[in-house]
């Protein structure tokens, strides 16, 4: 199958920056598109962010203009540049992958293991 491992995750304090990284390891199969979903507690997990083979790319409404997700195809990696970290952002970070089952037109979710952001006001 195909292992998402993640890094970045840390305590930061308020207006900081941190950068997630995911990369799925895997030479078999063709990722559509790769997405920072996160779960703080009490909440449901949401999706932040998500980028497509074709580098499209889309983003909750609350970290829009603060968060930029990108991707490098080859290396089948996916970062989330986090700029002017609020409390609110406070959360585990899960990344996850939307994989091409070859020669099909079907597909599954992969998850990483989920990263810990933590923002102190």
């Known amino acids: 199958q195909v292992q998402l491992v993640e890094s970045g995750g840390g305590l930061v304090q308020a207006g900081g920056s941190l950068r997630l990284s995911c990369a799925a390891s895997?030479?078999?199969?063709?990722?559509?598109?790769m997405n920072w979903y996160r779960q703080a507690p009490g909440k449901q997990r949401e999706l932040v962010a998500g980028i497509t083979s074709d580098d499209v790319t889309n983003y909750v409404d609350s970290v829009k203009g603060r968060f930029t997700i990108s991707g490098d195809n080859a290396k089948k990696t996916v970062w989330l540049q986090m700029n002017s970290l609020k409390p609110e952002d406070t959360a585990v970070y899960f990344c996850n992958a939307k994989v091409l089952v070859p020669a099909s037109r079907e597909s599954f979710d992969a998850w990483g293991q989920g990263t810990l952001v933590t923002v102190s006001s």
């Open positions: 895997t030479t078999v199969f063709n990722i559509a598109a």
